[in-house]
C-alpha cells in the first residue's frame, strides 16, 4: 500500500526558507519510471504543480516559480524535500506531494496535505 | 507555456448526466494525456480518469474521459448523478515537463 506524508513547519516569516518533507512507504524511488510531485493550493483555489523528482534524479520545476524552488530526494530515508526560498503571504497553502506512476502520467497517490501560513 | 480553462461551476439534479470541459490555450489535447482528479472539501485530490479516458481500479463507469481535436478540449461526464458526486473537479496535462492544472469545476448536485 502506497502512502504519503507530507510535514514541515505551519508558519513561516515572509522573506525566510520553507523546507517540506515527503515521507512516503510502499514504493521505491529507485524504481524506474516513478516520480514524486509536489503540488500547493492557496485556501479557496485552485491546484498548482510545483517540481517533480524522478528515480533517475532528474528534476522539473514549474516555470514561474523554477528560480525559488529545489526538490531532492534521500531514498534511505524514503523521503523528497522541497525547499522554497523567500516565501512571501501569497505562498500561503496546503502543500501536497504524490506519487507519479511509472506507467502513467497521472499523479496516482496523494498525500493528506500539510498548510504552511507565510505571515510575520 | 499553456493553460487548461474549466468552467467556475457547473450543477445537475441527482440521476442527470452533467459535464465538465477542460480547454487547452496552446498546442494540441491529443498531444499529451488528460488527467482529471475529483476533491471532496478537507480532502486531498484523487484521480479518477488518467490518460484522457481510463478509469482507476474503483471508479464507477458512470464516470468517463474524452478528448476533442475539433476545440481542442477534453471532457469529464458524469451520468446518474449522485450526492456524493459534489466536489471540485480538476483537469490537468503537461507539456515539455510542465504540468499544468486547469482552475476547477464546483458540481453542485440539486
Known amino acids: 500500500q502506497i502512502t504519503l506524508t507530507e510535514s514541515g513547519p505551519t508558519l513561516v516569516k515572509p522573506t525566510q526558507t520553507l523546507t517540506l518533507t515527503c515521507t512516503f512507504s510502499?514504493?521505491?524511488?529507485?524504481?524506474?519510471?516513478?516520480?514524486v510531485t509536489w503540488i500547493r493550493q492557496p485556501p479557496g483555489k485552485a491546484l498548482e504543480w510545483l517540481a517533480l523528482i524522478y528515480w533517475d534524479d532528474d528534476k522539473r520545476y514549474s516555470p514561474s516559480l523554477k528560480n525559488r524552488l529545489t526538490i531532492r530526494k534521500d531514498t534511505s530515508k524514503n523521503q523528497v524535500v522541497l525547499t522554497v526560498t523567500n516565501v512571501e503571504p501569497v505562498d500561503t497553502a496546503t502543500y501536497y506531494c504524490a506519487h507519479r506512476a511509472a506507467w502513467s502520467t497521472v499523479f496516482d497517490y496523494w498525500g493528506q496535505g500539510t498548510l504552511v501560513t507565510v505571515s510575520s | 507555456n499553456f493553460m487548461l480553462t474549466q468552467p467556475h461551476s457547473v450543477s445537475g439534479s441527482p440521476g442527470k448526466t452533467v459535464t465538465i470541459s477542460c480547454t487547452r490555450s496552446?498546442?494540441?489535447?491529443?498531444?499529451?494525456?488528460v488527467q482529471w482528479y475529483q476533491q471532496r472539501p478537507g480532502s486531498a485530490p484523487t484521480a479518477i480518469i488518467y490518460?484522457?479516458?481510463?478509469?482507476p481500479s474503483g471508479v464507477p463507469d458512470r464516470v468517463s474521459g474524452s478528448i476533442d481535436s475539433s476545440s481542442n478540449s477534453a471532457s469529464l461526464t458524469i451520468s446518474g448523478l449522485k450526492t456524493e458526486d459534489e466536489a471540485d473537479y480538476y483537469c490537468?496535462?503537461?507539456?515539455?515537463?510542465?504540468?499544468?492544472f486547469g482552475g476547477g469545476t464546483k458540481l453542485t448536485v440539486l
Open positions: 496552446s498546442g494540441s489535447i491529443g498531444s499529451h494525456p
Open positions: 490518460e484522457d479516458n481510463l478509469r
Open positions: 490537468q496535462s503537461y507539456d515539455t515537463s510542465n504540468w499544468v
Open positions: 510502499g514504493f521505491s524511488l529507485n524504481s524506474s519510471g516513478v516520480g
